[in-house]
């Protein structure tokens, strides 16, 4: 069979996700690749006094944004977007926790002091028009008219209901809550679901409104609702715990969804893994076993457990080798590659697209 085109092609990409979401193929899998930039990018000059001012900078956002876009070679099922971004904690700040920026990442200020104030919290109702819901919202809408149709503007990082309860009270107290108030902790984190559910129903109809797909930080593609659901809180507690409080708000976090990839971070995760792969509902898995436990190929029993569970799966391989290891091991069905060292140029990036075509019969 003629190796397709190796250039992104918005259809062609969408039906091989949406295969891919089946545990299904078209042709080949979806492969997510990059390639580097012959020059450094010539991004916008920052002239702010403060990271909270640079990163709450609106149309410099959308800027570098759309620099890295308009500068990098789109092939594969890479789907080129813009994640409108203020950081992981935004639906923290649902319930008055400040950000504090750093040069990369954001952080929450703690707003629940003590176990008590857990009741202050479940009285609380989420604050959608907070600087950082509106920043976030300027940011969609600006995205969108710049980019005139050329690039999707993605749905915004979202974490769940123990995640947003270990950024408002810190992740420790919220261990020792749970032994020492466990209903409280449990009205508190399906109040923090709820609030969820309302930030995805609300961000959905905005993007869709817009005519965006269903994508994220994790680039997928869907033409209905989707996510990756996600709870990193969850390593630090017993199988026990997890089914009986975690359980329940990721289900209840799920719902809405068509389609979804649930984001398994770290080596500590995997003692929830048969918890995960019984989530009703669930299409794939993103499993991320971090800095220092790679490469990829040394996992094939964990994605093997998984694609038996009926789940596809998005391999993060260390490189191009990599993934043709976990590819030759596991068969092209289920499996979406993504490469995360980039190529040094275009033709060793369609050089491997071609590989992947091949063996992938």
Known sequence: MKPPAHRFIPEVARARYEAWWRCARVDRPPVSLWVKTPHPLRAPRSTHA????????????????????????????????YLPNVGPDL???????????GENTSW?????????????????????????????????????????????VAMPDLHGSFDILAGVRGPEN??????DEPELVRRASLHASHAYVEAYRRLYQRLTALGQPSTTWCSYLHTGPAYIPSCDFWC?????????????????????????????????????LDLMLSLPGLNAVQWVFGSG?????????????????GKALQILADDP??????????????????????????????????????LSP
Request: charged share 25%; net charge negative; proline share 6%.
């Open 91 to 101: 639906t923290s700040t649902l319930f008055g926790a400040e950000l504090v920026f």
């Open 236 to 272: 630090l507690v017993s199988k026990e715990i997890a089914q009986e409080y975690v359980r329940p708000t990721i289900e209840l976090e799920m719902a809405p969804l068509e389609r979804s990839i649930f984001h398994l971070d770290g080596p500590q995760a995997l003692h929830h």
């Open 293 to 309: 436990h790679g490469p990829a190929a040394k996992w094939i029993d964990v994605y093997r457990r998984c694609l038996a569970a």
């Open 50 to 81: 403060t990271l909270r001012e640079r990163w709450l900078d609106v149309e410099y956002q959308v800027d570098c944004a759309l620099t890295g876009l308009e500068t990098n070679p789109i092939l594969g099922d890479t789907a080129p977007s």
């Open 174 to 179: 919220v261990c020792l809550d749970l032994m």
């Open 108 to 152: 929450c200020q703690h707003t629940v002091p003590e176990t008590a104030d857990w009741e202050r919290f479940i009285a609380t109702p989420p604050d959608f028009d907070n600087v950082y819901w509106r920043t976030i919202d300027a940011m969609i809408t600006r995205a969108a008219e710049r980019f005139e149709g050329r690039y999707y």
């Open 321 to 358: 080798a990599d993934a043709l290891t976990v590819l030759r091991e596991l068969g092209p069905d289920g499996l979406w590659l993504t490469i995360c060292t980039p190529f040094a140029n275009t033709d060793e990036a369609t050089d491997f697209l071609d590989t992947v075509h091949r």
